[in-house]
């Protein structure tokens, strides 16, 4: 039954990753495109701690776990830039 769902969930977040890049290539202003990479970014995060629980590799975690923050200062810039300038 766990296996269904993690299925069911593995394609439901490659639909959405799909969407979501057809949003940054087509996105009329670049906010729309840096919501959507964060977007991406969060899905590739449910990616990796889906993969770390296939596995059994607690690590992937801690590699999730770093990603997470580098995506948020990444963000952080990119709006800072966006609003007055670095």
């Known amino acids: 039954m766990a296996d269904i769902i993690f299925s069911l969930a593995a394609v439901i977040m490659l639909a959405a990753v799909t969407i979501s890049f057809i949003r940054i290539l087509r996105g009329p202003e670049l906010g729309d495109r840096i919501a959507a990479l964060d977007a991406m ?3 590739a995060l ?10 059994g590799r607690v690590i992937y975690l801690d590699v999730a776990l770093v990603y997470g923050l580098i995506s948020f200062l990444g963000v952080i810039a990119i709006a800072r830039y966006m609003e007055r300038g670095l």
């Open 46 to 55: 449910s990616g990796i701690a889906f993969l770390a629980h296939f596995f």
């Open 41 to 43: 970014t969060i899905m």
